[in-house]
């Protein structure tokens, strides 16, 4: 449905308000939203990788850029940084982030490549952003922090460090924003690749994109199996989320970032946006950031 490719399309929310899609271009450094009524895209670039986006309670967003949290007002395309961190981490960026059910940002880091999959390892982390603007690290030593999304009765929350090439569960206070308890939920197969973005459904499936792996699979937390692949047409796949009306269609982001020259001409396209329909499932809203 966006034919505008992106070198890393990463974190697709929908926001109701303005019946548009935000997602983020991390490599280009841009926050992007389209919608699907007049089918254009437009953009607000950012002086650093910019990893996820968030809605905000009050309008605008919430974004993890570089190693800080910040705001963006999309009317002014001012960004307000709220946050520093990891400064002592040069080669740190954010990566994926979500709101969670009370309304603070959780957002995660990894270390970029030095060289083409050359990367230090745990270095990441992951933070939680307090409406008061106060952060905890909730986890460290992480390689890759990135997909995540909380149970729909809210006890659970679950999280991929990529590099473990697997979905863990932690008991989450939702009083308090606490996690505990890591407990291994899926390990993904051979020719599923590496997890990267995830979201809920409203039945309480998870789905989560496999970068590589040109698809996005539906996993039961219940019993730890997956129940269902939907295969897409270009491999890598980084994040979905549920939009439209009524919350049935899914949106797919994907990067060409990655691909050689030689893989790039027979993969047109990689980078696009996507859309599956007829899942038999629907989504819920996204969380607001409360502050």
Request: glycine letters at 8%; one cysteine or more; aromatic letters at 8%.
């Amino acid at each position: 449905v966006v034919k505008e490719k992106n070198r890393m399309g990463e974190c697709p929310v929908w926001e109701e308000r303005e019946n548009a899609l935000v997602y983020v271009d991390i490599n280009s450094q841009k926050v992007c939203r389209w919608s699907p009524i007049t089918n254009e895209v437009q953009s607000v670039s950012v002086d650093a990788r910019v990893g996820s986006v968030a809605l905000r309670q009050c309008g605008g967003y919430v974004i993890a850029l570089g190693t800080r949290f910040a705001f963006l007002d999309w009317d002014t395309q001012a960004v307000t940084t709220i946050l520093e961190l990891e400064q002592d981490k040069p080669n740190n960026r954010f990566n994926d982030g979500k709101v969670d059910p009370k309304g603070r940002f959780f957002a995660g880091t990894m270390a970029e490549e030095t060289a083409p999959g050359v990367r230090a390892r745990r270095q990441g982390a992951l933070y939680t952003l307090f409406p008061d603007h106060s952060v905890i690290k909730q986890l460290d030593q992480l390689d890759i922090s990135n997909g995540l999304d909380w149970s729909l009765d809210h006890r659970t929350f679950f999280h991929i460090d990529s590099l473990s090439y697997a979905v863990h569960a932690f008991s989450y206070d939702v009083h308090t924003g606490k996690i505990a308890c890591p407990k291994l939920l899926y390990h993904l197969e051979k020719e599923e690749q590496m997890p990267d973005g995830m979201c809920i459904d409203a039945e309480g499936k998870l789905w989560v994109a496999c970068i590589d792996g040109g698809r996005v699979i539906r996993i039961d937390p219940e019993t730890g199996k997956r129940i269902q692949t939907v295969r897409l047409p270009t491999p890598r796949i980084t994040s979905c989320c549920f939009g439209g009306r009524d919350y049935s269609e899914m949106y797919v982001t994907s990067a060409y970032d990655g691909l050689d020259e030689a893989t790039l001409a027979k993969e047109p396209h990689a980078g696009e946006i996507f859309k599956i329909t007829g899942l038999g499932v629907k989504g819920i809203p996204q969380n607001l950031y409360a502050a």
